[in-house]
């Protein structure tokens, strides 16, 4: 009984120890998104309602072990009485590069965790119904996460991202600092073509 108890702790250490490795091999393939700056307020005196949310789908691809290339969306709205409603919109590029450094892996406060760098370059622009004022052109993003592993597949994440706009309009440029909270799901590329099959029904 001991020695079942013995092998149980040990397939479970080694399990931790490597699910958050396994997950960021070449070959496979992250799909997800990051939520922020998801509220709804009640504004008292007659204030209205003010709603906010930001969400960005995400697909990557590991070209190699723990670099992902890839794409990604992002839709913003903040809506308010009185105010208008500002959109912030995206579609472009991404890389995500998790740390493989020694001195950066002794941070991390857990086996299943695991720090990456995330940058993107795309079309973007943001405008607000109110002032009229927009911007659209270069849409840039880069900053650091942290992803936890829960099961072999998923992680929660966080990651705060430095995010700028370039291009014209009544404002040339647009910057904002956002922490985006979300998940993401991690497949082996066999695996991700067969759910895609029999979602298809192919």
Not at 120 to 126: C, I, L, Q, R, V
């Amino acid at each position: 009984m001991k020695r079942i108890f013995k092998l149980t702790l040990a397939a479970v250490a080694v399990f931790c120890s490597s699910v958050a490795v396994a997950q960021t091999q070449q070959g496979n393939i992250m799909v997800g998104g990051d939520i922020s700056n998801f509220n709804l307020n009640f504004l008292g005196g007659g204030g209205g309602t003010a709603f906010q949310m930001d969400l960005t789908p995400k697909v990557a691809y590991f070209i190699k072990d723990g670099l992902a290339l890839g794409g990604y969306g992002r839709l913003s709205l903040v809506t308010a009485k009185d105010a208008g409603t500002a959109t912030t919109y995206g579609i472009g590029a991404l890389g995500r590069y998790f740390v493989e450094d020694k001195n950066v892996r002794k941070l991390e406060f857990s086996k299943r965790s695991r720090f990456f760098v995330e940058a993107n370059a795309g079309f973007g622009g943001s405008s607000n119904s109110k002032t009229s004022a927009s911007t659209t052109g270069l849409d840039l993003g880069v900053g650091p996460g942290i992803a936890y592993f829960i099961t072999p597949n998923v992680s929660l994440e966080a990651l705060l991202k430095y995010e700028l706009t370039v291009g014209f309009g009544s404002a040339t440029t647009s910057n904002r600092l956002n922490l985006g909270i979300g998940f993401q799901v991690y497949l082996p590329s066999a695996r991700a073509r067969q759910l895609m099959k029999e979602e298809t029904g192919k």
